[in-house]
């Protein structure tokens, strides 16, 4: 089981900036696809971004595309989420999510490895 940890998140006003990152504890990270989700308080999970194995493929949710950047670095073993002009309805909290093999896919149920997750609060 590959084990995530997020952090990077805080209190920002509309407009600002975040820069949240994922540690991951092991080598089979290379072979993932790695995403990003989000949950705000009494709404379900959902998609925010995904990033290829390669780092060559992303794929977005249209409510943040232009405003956020998912990046991964293999080396390291990290994958962040650059999130610029932050708006309220951002405040959730974000998870960093893990997808092994070749399946593409934004559906949550692909993803078998979470982190706890990290708070982002935006303020208006």
């Known amino acids: 089981q590959l084990q995530l940890v997020e952090s990077g998140g805080g209190l920002v006003q509309a407009g600002g900036s975040l820069r949240l990152s994922c540690a991951a504890s092991?080598?089979?990270?290379?072979?993932?696809?790695m995403g990003w989700f989000r949950q705000a308080p009494g709404k379900e999970r959902e998609f925010v971004a995904v990033i290829s194995r390669t780092g060559d493929r992303t794929d977005y949710v249209d409510s943040v595309k232009g405003r956020f950047t998912i990046d991964r670095d293999n080396t390291k073993r990290t994958v962040s989420l650059q999130m610029n002009n932050l708006k309220p309805e951002d405040t959730a909290v974000y998870y960093c999510?893990?997808?092994?093999?070749?399946?593409?896919?934004?559906?949550?149920?692909?993803?078998?490895?979470w982190g706890q997750g990290t708070q982002v609060t935006v303020s208006s």
């Open positions: 092991a080598l089979t990270f290379v072979w993932c696809n």
């Open positions: 999510a893990a997808q092994i093999g070749s399946t593409w896919s934004r559906s949550r149920t692909d993803f078998t490895s």
